[in-house]
């Protein structure tokens, strides 16, 4: 459940930032499934088709290279796989999951971006996190201090 998820993002934090990653993206998976606005991974969301090239956060989910008209950048197929499989893991498969794909920062403020914009809410946080990252990419050590409590403001506002 999700009280359960979230203390193990709270405590993956103190000890692995990766952990903390996957753990913080499933949060934010379970608010975006609850909200009814998570992305279409069955195919292209225009056409159905299965050989997709990108995520779009405007149209809702994937997109072939037909219906994407180069619009937005090409993913990876690691990258396609890593949010297919994660808005269609049940909660028993998480471990499957954490084990095969590997979440990071950039993916934290995808989701988090994902849920503001389809929740036409304003979450300031997000630009706050993108600004520590921004100005900190050499610097790990000094991000990781301020994302276990910047997240948590996150999930509270």
Known sequence: NLFNVLLDCWNSADKNIDDFYFWACIVLKY???QEGIQPFVD???HCSSTRVE???QKDGGFLCEKCNHGQYPKWSIEQLKKYRAL???KEENLDYVK???NFNLDDLIYLAKWMEYHSQKNYPSIRFVENIRGSNRQKKHILVKWIKPVTI????L
């Not at 403001?153 to 509270?156: D, E, L, N, P, Y």
């Open 31 to 33: 608010c975006i499934e």
């Open 43 to 45: 195919g292209c969301v």
């Open 54 to 56: 990108t995520l779009s």
């Open 87 to 89: 808005f269609k893991c």
């Open 99 to 101: 084990n095969h794909f």
């Open 153 to 156: 403001i996150f999930f509270i």
